[in-house]
Nanobody, 118 residues
Framework: VQLQASGGGLVQAGGSLRLSCAAS??????YAWFRQAPEKEREFVAV????????VYEDSVKGRFTISRDNAKKTVYLQMNSLKPEDTAVYYC??????????????WGQGTQVTVSS
């Protein structure tokens, strides 16, 4: 099983990026995105259920980020709009085989760097 994240890059404040994370090997009940800024602990960003009807966001990204998934492609996305310098971090996708969680996941992607310049 692998999770391959992509889509990171350098963007100016106010810009947008779309992260993707493609899973191989199996399907997953729940996907999430986390991020880790330099010298900070990893933090939860967003989570989405199998059907896509249930989502939860960390407070600072509400209204700016949107998580979605395409089960046929085994891919989860994170659309990030109105980016701020404080969004700069390595973003990780995570997948859970069964159940729902904002903390405990079975598989993790390798991370993709997002840098927002002011």
């Amino acid at each position: 099983v692998q999770l391959q994240a992509s889509g990171g890059g350098l963007v100016q404040a106010g810009g947008s990026l779309r992260l993707s994370c493609a899973a191989s090997g199996r399907t997953f009940s729940t996907y999430a995105w986390f991020r880790q800024a330099p010298e900070k602990e990893r933090e939860f960003v967003a989570v989405i259920s199998w059907s896509g009807t249930r989502t939860v966001y960390e407070d600072s990204v509400k209204g700016r980020f949107t998580i979605s998934r395409d089960n046929a492609k085994k891919t989860v996305y994170l659309q990030m709009n109105s980016l701020k310098p404080e969004d700069t971090a390595v973003y990780y996708c995570a997948a859970k085989v069964a159940g729902w969680s904002t903390t405990n996941y079975d598989y993790w992607g390798q991370g993709t760097q997002v840098t927002v310049s002011s």
